[in-house]
């Protein structure tokens, strides 16, 4: 049975124009993943997609801290890093192909001097 992820992304600037966009995203699977990266820890990998290659829709990636010392590398600890210093969210397969075409792994790296709970929320394809 197919699920939706549903989202709302609103944007304002003060004394400016303000935007609002409210879309949904059908899915097969889903998997909502908690994990705790304490400082010091370096390429943490949390794996996002168990099946083939391709099925991730939707990714988002918060964290109860972020800044230029939490990054993230996409699918090998030796690809270039990249800042979780705000919030992450991709839907369709145009904008998560910006990670990479087929994203199956994320790994974090923490040095903020405190640990982070990174919270990652994968729609995907089960098939």
Request: glycine share 10%.
């Amino acid at each position: 049975m197919p699920n939706n992820i549903t989202w709302k992304v609103q944007a304002s600037v003060a004394g400016g124009p303000s935007t609002s966009s409210s879309q949904s995203i059908p899915i097969e699977a889903y998997d909502k993943i908690a994990v705790e990266v304490e400082d010091g820890d370096a390429d943490e990998e949390v794996e996002i997609q168990p099946g083939g290659a391709g099925q991730v829709r939707f990714l988002q990636i918060t964290s109860t801290a972020y800044g230029s010392n939490l990054s993230y590398k996409v699918n090998a600890a030796v690809n270039p890093p990249h800042e979780l210093d705000r919030p992450l969210v991709l839907a369709g397969d145009g904008a998560v192909g910006l990670l990479d075409p087929a994203p199956t792994s994320l790994f974090f790296t923490n040095s903020l001097g405190s640990s982070a709970t990174v919270h990652v929320l994968v729609g995907r394809n089960a098939t």
